[in-house]
Nanobody, 125 residues
Framework: QVQLVESGGGLVQAGGSLRLSCAASGRTFSNLVMGWFRRALEKEREFVAAISWSGGNTYYADSVKGRFTISRDNAKNTVYLQMNSLKPEDTAVYYC??????????????????WGQGTQVTVSS
């Protein structure tokens, strides 16, 4: 089992930045592919970004490419999502996810086994 706890959400003005963190426990973190997803009100959960075990490979949704950066610190069992140039359409609950397989650009919710509870990000215009 893997436990995931997100933090760092909040209210920010358009154009601002936030950094989300996701702390993992319960399994060797460096063996986990990590991802971020989000769900806006009345919308489906959508992929945001993913990162491989070592951090050497990343994959982003087109909607966040160039604005968001996913990274990880295996010594701290934590994955991060740096969000810059935020837009009102980035408003959503952001979820951290983990999967114990090989890297293949996991970007669909069913490809992940473990999920956090989510953290709210609200971007005001």
């Amino acid at each position: 089992q893997v436990q995931l706890v997100e933090s760092g959400g909040g209210l920010v003005q358009a154009g601002g930045s936030l950094r989300l963190s996701c702390a993992a426990s319960g399994r060797t973190f460096s063996n986990l592919v990590m991802g971020w997803f989000r769900r806006a009100l009345e919308k489906e959960r959508e992929f945001v970004a993913a990162i491989s075990w070592s951090g050497g490979n990343t994959y982003y949704a087109d909607s966040v490419k160039g604005r968001f950066t996913i990274s990880r610190d295996n010594a701290k069992n934590t994955v991060y999502l740096q969000m810059n140039s935020l837009k009102p359409e980035d408003t959503a609950v952001y979820y951290c996810a983990a999967e114990g397989g090989y890297w293949y650009r996991q970007h669909i919710p069913s490809q992940y086994n473990y999920w956090g509870q989510g953290t709210q990000v609200t971007v005001s215009s």
